[in-house]
């Protein structure tokens, strides 16, 4: 079975350019979820999607940040314009349902560096 | 109070010894959790899940789930080198079952 595919691995780009990520959850996951981790920190959750219906993005900078979950396989993450703090690994994962015994998958991981 | 709370280490074992790993939640959190084990520069990787109050054990891995004091831990028996990783607690929201990640624990362990 794959498992999650996340592109590109790294990017480095300057202040006030824009970025966008991509995930391909494992097949038939319904439920995913894009989070942030910066360098020592666990990961923030960003954005979760069930199917391709936002179900919590309450700590997403919508000012900056944007995701999208065309058609509820694929989902994508833009950062415009990038800010300095913005640096940090963005971590796709996927779940085969939201449930309380939702086990989550990882994919590689983007590690941005804004500079 | 953060929902899932872990002490960030690092911990220091010895090889062979009994790491033990400690991650508290709030109310918000529902009493279903996950351990995680991340290498520096990877991504996390899923280790061990626990959903009813006790012990779940898998292999060197205990997970203990104490839902009246609200805490989860997970001990690592005979400790290896290669077990020196950050160990991230994972909890469920109630509600929306959004994973909430504690800070996370680097284990340290010496040869």
């Known amino acids: 079975e794959a498992g999650v595919a996340q592109s590109p691995r790294y990017k480095i780009i300057e202040k006030r350019q824009s970025v966008a990520f991509w995930c391909n959850p494992i097949s038939g996951h319904a439920t995913l979820y894009w989070y942030q981790q910066i360098l020592g920190q666990g990961p923030k959750l960003l954005i979760q999607f069930q199917n391709n219906g936002v179900v919590d993005d309450s700590q997403l900078p919508k000012d900056r940040f944007s995701a999208e979950r065309l058609k509820g396989v694929d989902s994508t993450l833009k950062i415009q314009p990038a800010k300095l703090e913005d640096s940090a690994v963005y971590l796709c994962?996927?779940?085969?349902?939201?449930?309380?015994?939702?086990?989550?998958?990882f994919g590689q991981g983007t590690r941005l560096t804004v500079v | 109070q953060k929902e899932v709370e872990q002490n960030s280490g690092p911990l220091s074992v010895p090889e062979g010894a009994i790491a033990s790993l400690n991650c508290t939640y709030s109310?918000?959190?529902?009493?279903?959790f996950f351990w995680y084990r991340q290498y520096s520069g990877k991504s996390p990787e899923l280790i061990m899940s626990?959903?009813?109050?006790g012990d779940k054990e898998d292999g060197r891995f205990t997970a203990q789930l104490n839902k009246a004091s609200q805490y989860v831990s997970l001990l690592i028996r005979d400790s290896q080198p290669s077990d020196s990783a950050t160990y991230l607690c994972a909890g469920v929201y109630s509600g929306t079952y959004k994973y909430i990640f504690g800070t996370g624990t680097r284990l340290k362990v010496l040869a």
């Open positions: 109310d918000r959190v529902s009493q279903s």
């Open positions: 626990i959903y009813s109050n």
């Open positions: 994962a996927s779940s085969l349902v939201g449930t309380v015994w939702t086990e989550a998958f």
